[in-house]
């Protein structure tokens, strides 16, 4: 275990123990709310492409995972 002193450098002003001002980030709901409804039709458009993949529809790509 490493314990280091910051006495020395709290004195001289290099380390301060006051933490960083963060802003306040506000994101309306709307603009979530229509990212996660994108982002649902991306993820469920492509577990169809896998379906069909796996059940044989679409025989080439099938094919083509199988190269």
Do not use: Y
């Not at 123990?17 to 963060?22: A, E, F, G, S, W």
């Not at 802003?23 to 649902?40: M, T």
């Amino acid at each position: 275990m490493c314990s280091v002193d910051l006495s020395p450098l709290l004195k001289l002003g290099i380390v301060s123990r006051t933490p960083p001002h963060i802003p306040e980030v506000n994101i309306p709901e709307e603009i979530v709310l229509q990212l996660a409804s994108g982002l649902r039709v991306e993820i469920n458009r492509g577990f169809t492409v896998l379906r069909d993949i796996a059940s044989g529809r679409d025989l080439n790509k099938f094919l083509w995972w199988k190269c």
